[in-house]
């Protein structure tokens, strides 16, 4: 029987971290390196994840690299994962983080459930859930040429449950349709690929509550109310989760969706 130690071993593995400059790709990477492996991160945002790998290659010296890849973009998307994963030489874990979470002034977005638009509802779409499909397509046949393929996959409570909109009262906050349903529609994904790339590709999803992240107190406050644990998520939470779900810790776990909510859901 292998010892934890050895189970949790990601040394020499090679990984893609899609959405690897934003906060949870970000903690996604810290997990990864901190047991062993090699990370590429590829997001829109190619300064920010430049600036990342440069400050994650101090510590752990020529082990992350960043691409540029605008999932909005379908073959652009492609190209770059095949390059991304030729330049590996292989992949052994794929995780996807990226999400389309709108911002205020994006028409159509933000606004009450009968002024939201097509457009936008479109991009969230395809940055939440079309991406990660193409990623599953293209990094298919490098996952289940190692042997021991894992993807990874970041859904949401809003994938499971309906939002409580009372908590949106007087706050500058929303929470559109696209966001949950993207988010649904990933587990169904997650369950989909577990059953085709068995047994050679292990996929699973995490599904975390809200992460504070410098939301108005009233809001923060209200979300703690409606939490049996009393608070909301941080990203150490979903890294240990990665950790997990990215080694043999979970290596007879695939088809999961692994709820780290504070509780929000049992109620």
């Known amino acids: ?9 990601l040394s020499q593995k090679k990984s893609l971290i899609i959405g690897g400059a934003g906060y949870v790709g970000q903690a996604a990477a810290q997990a990864l390196l901190e ?10 945002d190619i300064e920010a994840a430049k600036t990342r790998a440069n400050q994650l290659n101090q510590e752990y010296p020529n082990c992350v690299e960043a691409y540029e890849c605008d999932l909005l973009d379908e073959q652009s998307t492609r190209q770059v994962l095949k390059d991304a994963i030729s330049n590996l030489g292989g992949l052994d874990i794929l995780i996807h983080t990226a999400a389309f979470i709108g911002l205020s002034q994006i028409e159509g977005w933000n606004v009450p459930f009968a002024k939201q638009q097509v457009p936008v509802w479109d991009d969230a779409l395809r940055v939440n859930l079309t991406s990660a499909f193409i990623a599953a397509q293209e990094a298919q046949e490098a ?13 949401s409570i809003y994938g499971m449950v309906g939002p409580d909109m009372s908590l949106y009262d007087n706050t500058p906050l929303g929470n559109p349709l696209a966001y949950g349903t993207s988010k649904g529609g990933l587990i169904q994904l997650m369950r989909y690929l577990a059953s085709l790339f068995a047994p050679s590709i292990r996929v699973n999803l995490i599904s975390p509550g809200g992460i ?22 941080i990203e150490e939470d979903v890294k240990g989760a990665i950790a997990y779900l990215a080694s043999d810790l979970s290596a007879y776990v695939t088809g999961h969706n692994l709820v780290i909510d504070g509780g929000w859901t049992v109620w």
Do not use: W
């Open 1 to 9: 029987m292998r010892k934890l130690n050895e189970l949790m071993n």
């Open 35 to 44: 047991l062993g492996a090699h990370v590429t991160l590829l997001d829109r």
């Open 143 to 155: 996952l289940q040429a190692s042997g021991n393929g894992r993807i990874v996959l970041m859904g």
């Open 212 to 233: 504070e992240r410098g939301q108005p107190d009233v809001f923060i406050e209200r979300y703690k109310q409606r939490t049996p644990l009393n608070r909301m998520a």
